[in-house]
Structure formats: C-alpha cells, structure tokens
C-alpha cells in the first residue's frame, strides 16, 4: 500500500502525515497490497479541507471533507471513502448472487 500526503498552500505537518498513514493503512486489509491512496490538504477561508483519490484494483475512488480541524477533515474524509467502497462492494456482491 502506498499512501502519498500533499500540502497545497500550507506548511507540511510530520503530524498531520503521520496521522493520515495511520488512518489510511488500515484500508489495506480491505482492498489489499496494490493499493495507492493520495491525500491532499490545504485551508479555504477558516476550513480546513481534505481530499483523497483512491486506486485500488483498477477501481477508483475519490472524496473530500472539511471542517474547523484538519483532524475533523481527516475523520469525515475517512467514512466518506469507506462508505464508498462498502457500497460496492456490496453491489458487486449482491450481483453475483443474482448471476448465479
């Protein structure tokens, strides 16, 4: 898995890095080793705002979050890309089972 953290606008934070991997890394054990996830972070008037674009198995998946806090972000962000990718799965899922 692979996960790349981009500031635009704003200082790098090792923190808000560091966060963000371990947040993100357990997205490994649902979508596996090939996964690459970029994070991006950057600030709109007082928001603090985040966006992620996932590609994991040829698919791709893609959110952004703001709040007052970059951690807030970072959370909603997070369920937003998780919510995403249960949904499909449970599509696919549910036309499998239709198919057989």
């Known amino acids: ?20 991997e371990k947040k993100f890394s357990r ?10 996830i970029a994070v991006t972070f950057w600030a709109y ?4 705002v985040c ?7 040829g698919r ?3 959110a952004k979050a703001h709040s007052d806090s970059f951690g807030k972000s970072l959370s909603l962000l997070k ?5 995403q990718i249960s949904k499909e799965r449970d599509l696919a899922a549910r036309s499998r089972r239709q198919g057989l």
Do not use: C, R, W
Not at 45 to 48: E, N
Not at 51 to 57: G, L
Not at 79 to 83: A, E, G, N
């Open 60 to 62: 791709e998946y893609f």
């Open 51 to 57: 966006d992620a674009k996932v590609n994991a198995h």
């Open 1 to 20: 898995m692979n996960i790349i953290t981009a500031f635009k606008g704003i200082d790098s934070s090792p923190a808000l890095t560091f966060k963000t």
């Open 27 to 36: 997205f490994k054990n649902i979508l596996g080793d090939d996964t690459e």
């Open 45 to 48: 008037g007082k928001k603090k």
């Open 79 to 83: 369920q937003k890309l998780k919510t």
